[in-house]
């Protein structure tokens, strides 16, 4: 039936259209992730790589921490607790390393260190000497061409750095006291919500309530 046919020519149509926006959009997107990743290839350091991964840490490890089901649930929420302020701690300790070692690589990355003694005194005194603006020019090249280098060695000492004293020194000195106000704070939390009243006092194998009279049977004349 013509019908039938111009409807299954239109519906073959939609298809194709379909499929190959698709695939159009497929390769648009496969070309915007390989360019972003390209990207962040060529401008990756040492302390993003630090701080990315102190930050799935201090998500997921509290989280599989709190997924264990044969520890008690006070360790499970002590220890994830604890993980978390230590990776908390650790992403702005890996910021600022890299802040210091960006401008302690500015400072290494001068034409002072990339031409001889000879000609630098010669050049700060005052020499315009051919030779001399020629090495003062080259050595500044250089510099620019090795700022990036010398950022990223800079910025890998500063992650080691850290790593190793920084944030063990930090989280000794505060996740301790840190943890000893939750627990004082969940303590007296605890004690608001039941307080202890008519507290059991023990004589021998008799345990009676303070405040209360002992009365055995009845006594004459009253109670």
Do not use: W
Not at 41 to 54: C, D, E, R
Not at 121 to 131: F, V
Not at 180 to 196: A, C, G, L, S, Y
């Amino acid at each position: 039936m013509p019908f039938i046919d111009n409807f299954l020519k239109f519906s073959n149509c939609l298809v194709a259209n379909f499929i190959f926006t698709c695939f159009i959009y497929g390769m648009s997107v496969k070309g915007n992730i390989e360019k972003r990743l390209i990207k962040f290839g060529k401008n990756n350091s040492p302390t993003l790589v630090a701080m990315s991964i102190a930050t799935a840490k201090g998500i997921f490890r509290p989280m599989f921490t709190m997924m264990d089901k044969e520890e008690s649930y006070e360790t499970k929420k002590y220890t994830a607790l604890r993980e978390g302020l230590t990776e908390l701690i650790a992403i702005p300790v890996y910021y600022l390393s890299g802040v210091v070692s960006s401008k302690i690589s500015k400072k290494l990355a001068i034409p002072k260190y990339f031409m001889s003694k000879e000609m630098y005194l010669r050049y700060k005194a005052g020499d315009r000497a051919n030779e001399v603006n020629q090495a003062f020019a080259h050595a500044k090249n250089l510099s620019e061409i090795n700022l990036p280098k010398i950022t990223t060695t800079t910025a890998f000492i500063g992650v080691c750095i850290s790593a190793l004293f920084l944030i063990p020194l930090i989280c000794s000195a505060t996740i301790k006291p840190i943890m000893k106000q939750i627990d004082k704070n969940e303590h007296n939390r605890t004690e608001n919500i039941n307080p202890v009243q008519n507290p059991v006092k023990t004589t021998g194998n008799l345990q009676t309530f303070k405040g209360f009279r002992n009365n055995y049977g009845m006594k004459v004349g009253g109670l």
